[in-house]
Each structure stands twice: as C-alpha cells, then as structure tokens.
C-alpha cells in the first residue's frame, strides 16, 4: 500500500511541477508581449526581432549526455527590439542588417541557474555592432548572432553594465540594467524599471 501511495504521490507531483513550470513561462510570454506592445507605440515604433518566427532565442539540447541534461529546461532566454525602419520582415522573420549604425533594445531573462538566487530580467542596449567578416559570410544579419550571446554567455554577460564583446565574426558593446522578475506586478513596473532605462540608454 505504501508503495502505491508513493507512486500516486510522485505522479502528482510531477504534474504539479509542470503545472508550474507552464503557468510561469506564459506569465513571462505576457511580460514580453506587453514590453512589444509598449515599445511599438514610443517614436521609433520598435518591432521586436524575430530570428526564426516569432518567438525566443535561447541555448537549449535534448542531448542525453549528462551535462545536456540541465538544458532540457528552458531557464534563460532573449528578444531583441529595433526600430521598424531599421529591419525587414521576410516570411515571418526580420532581417536586420548591420549597416546604418545598428542599435538594438536587448530584453534577457533568467529564471534559473548557477549563482541565480532569484528570476532576473535584463533590459538595456547593444551598440556599435559591427560586422567582422567578408560579404556574403556569416553573419549575414544580426539574428544570426542571437544564439551566439546565450552559448557564449560565461564571457558575454559577466559584466552586464559595461558589455565589450569582439571575436573573429562581429563586435559590439552594450549595457543591461538588471531588475528582479518578481518585482515587475504592473504595466506601470514594466515601463519605469524595464523599458524606461532601456529607451535612456538606446537614446543617449
């Protein structure tokens, strides 16, 4: 009889820890659906990125190494916004080139992982991106860099305020003002802590 009571026991919870997992990436979907919103109504009518439909980019596996295991689960993800003027949009994806001094509002969020004692999110800028290589070489626009940041992030995020990146492929600096996830309860929240700092700094 224990046994089944123990069985019965890891079943629910299992569905209550999917349960929970799914209520907590829509509420975060309706956080980034809100800050598109906003954004899309400031002066530079930002649209939000998409480099392969509409959605978020972040590292993920189904690999059954073990040390794939822990990214089985989607903890940390990005968008990016540009003005409307600055990409293109071409079967339902946009194609934002490098030229014309690109600029981009960079959204991140972390809801797990080492050292992370709380859900984060992320808002700020990335400038002075440059392309390094060739013509007709990758990069070919700025959403192929994308998953580049969250597979390179021990190096690309340890200094969230003062970002400098270069390799051999492109370059860019940035800043991202960190803020507590939890803390963001209201529209009002998202704008002054998260998209207000992040315009500040895309402005200057």
Known sequence: MEAITSKQELTRQTNLAYEFLERLYL???????????????????????????????????????ANNVPLWLTRKF??????????????????????DQLKVIYLRIVLNGPGIDQPLIYSGVFRNITKLTGTGVWPHKFENIMGHFEYNEANFFKNPLDIKYKDKSFSLSGELIENNLFELNTAEDIYKKVISPALELFRS
């Open 78 to 99: 990005a968008v990016f916004f540009v003005p409307e003027g600055q990409t293109k949009t071409k079967s339902g994806q946009t194609e934002t080139s490098f030229e």
């Open 27 to 65: 509420e975060v979907s309706f956080l980034i659906k809100e800050v598109e919103g906003m954004l899309y109504k400031e002066p530079e009518t930002f649209v939000i990125g998409r480099p392969s439909g509409y959605g978020i980019t972040t590292r993920s596996s189904t690999g059954l190494d």
